[in-house]
């Protein structure tokens, strides 16, 4: 039985490994995603307000 408890807490381990690399990844398309839109709002105004 010892092998079993030891495959289910490595399973639950990797589980684990990919729901933080899931909400890493998550955070990193919402950050990209706010850098887009900054620029898109920047040159927009430039378009508006040339210098």
Known sequence: MGIFSSLKQWNDECNERGKVI????AEK???KKKSVIILKKETLVQSIFPI
């Open 22 to 25: 899931e909400q890493q990844e």
């Open 29 to 31: 398309r919402r950050q």
